[in-house]
């Protein structure tokens, strides 16, 4: 201990949160497996962007040569996302990579519109470029349907206005393919995104109020925790204790066996300590070997013989090193603070390590 009794504030914390460790959404955990998957998808929609536009010149001979070469050149550049693509270190520069690909065949389809005499062609390569250049409202199933649904207008009335031929619906399905194809690898990268950084989130709550060494709260969550406790208690009417814990003469643990051994003692303290409490009452570490427990139901005497129990334990484990641990124990006034309650039981266990160490001693009443 401090010699006022307690460890500076946060201290717990700062040893608790190593925040070089911490993920960011900037370093948003983006594997290779999944972005040689995006790749995949990406080389995929472009073999079948490919098919149609060179297969249509050699196959169906409808266009010149100069539209075969403007899509040769669009078909090249292409490949330039889809490679740049390898080099993506989060989902948001992968998503871009995918949508600069999705423009690329969007502009081979105006230049269908542009070139092409079939008049079911142009409301077909319209509804096309739309399906295509709609990627990102493709994030969920109403909107998918939604967009499905929509695409079929423009195909009702090429229908309704032209003789559907070969070509036009060779066209159709290739386009389809290829942006149904393009249009799913972007759901799957931002569904990815959504639960990487939903599991973000969940993970930075989890470590803002516990300790890193122990697993138990950390002064923050003890603080948050605690007072909703007494919260909870009050409105049940409710016995409420407080055990403050702390090792004795652990800086010498420190010295003699070194700061490793002093942490495994702390970690086996804090698992000797859960082991004797209720899966509802609260234990948090609250400076370096300083430990607090809110017994919830349990007066005085039922604290005591936890205190009793735990004490016991510790001094006679055969953990990492032997050691000993001092308990101040107050039973909650009706009505009282928290930290008048934290106030007392801090100067009970100052009292017992004046009077020895390795002892139990009781808080005076408010
Ligand atoms: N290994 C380890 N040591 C810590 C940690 N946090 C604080 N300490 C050390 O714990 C020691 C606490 O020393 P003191 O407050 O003097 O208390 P003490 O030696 O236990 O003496 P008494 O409490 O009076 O019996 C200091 O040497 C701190 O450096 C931690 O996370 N790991």
């Not at 009794?5 to 700062?14: H, I, N």
């Not at 929509?150 to 229908?159: D, Q, R």
């Amino acid at each position: 201990m401090t010699p006022q009794g307690r460890q500076a504030p946060g201290d717990a914390e700062d040893d608790a949160l190593p925040n070089s460790r911490l993920p960011t959404p900037d370093r948003d955990p983006l594997s290779p497996r999944r972005v040689a998957t995006i790749r995949r998808l990406m080389l995929t929609g472009l073999g079948l962007f490919a098919v149609l536009a060179i297969g249509d010149f050699f196959i169906l001979e409808r266009h010149t040569r100069l539209v075969l070469l403007l899509r040769c050149g669009l078909i090249a550049m292409m490949f330039l996302p889809w490679l740049l693509a390898r080099n993506a270190r989060t989902s948001g520069q992968l998503a871009m990579w995918v949508y600069v690909q999705l423009l690329l065949a969007s502009t081979g389809t105006s230049l269908n519109l542009y070139f092409d005499q079939t008049r079911l062609m142009a409301p077909i390569n319209t509804m096309m470029l739309v399906i295509m250049v709609s990627g990102p409202a493709w994030s969920s199933l109403r909107y998918f349907v939604g967009g499905m649904l929509g695409s079929l207008v423009p195909l009702a009335i090429a229908l309704a206005i032209a003789q559907v031929d070969a070509v036009a619906w060779y066209h159709y399905t290739v386009y389809l393919g290829a942006s149904v194809l393009s249009a799913f690898a972007l759901w799957r990268q931002r569904m990815h995104a959504a639960n990487a950084s939903a599991l973000l989130r969940a993970e930075l709550e989890r470590r803002a109020v516990e300790d890193a060494l122990t697993g138990v709260l950390n002064r923050a969550g003890w603080n948050t925790q605690a007072t909703a406790t007494l919260a909870a208690a009050d409105a049940k009417d409710l016995p409420v204790s407080l055990l403050f814990l702390d090792l004795d003469h652990f800086k010498s643990i420190n010295d003699r066996h070194g700061h490793a051994a002093g942490d495994a003692v702390i970690e086996r303290a804090a698992q000797l300590i859960r082991n004797e409490v209720r899966e509802h009452d609260l234990v948090a570490r609250l400076g370096g070997e300083e430990f607090a427990v809110l017994l919830t139901g349990a007066g005085a005497l039922r604290a005591h013989e936890v205190a009793g129990r735990i004490r016991r334990n510790f001094e006679s484990d055969s953990g990492p090193v032997p050691g000993t641990l001092c308990v101040g124990v107050a039973e909650r006034s009706p009505g009282e603070s928290l930290a008048g309650l934290m106030d007392r039981a801090d100067a009970a266990l100052l009292r017992a390590k004046r009077n020895g160490r390795n002892r139990i001693e009781s808080a005076v009443a408010s």
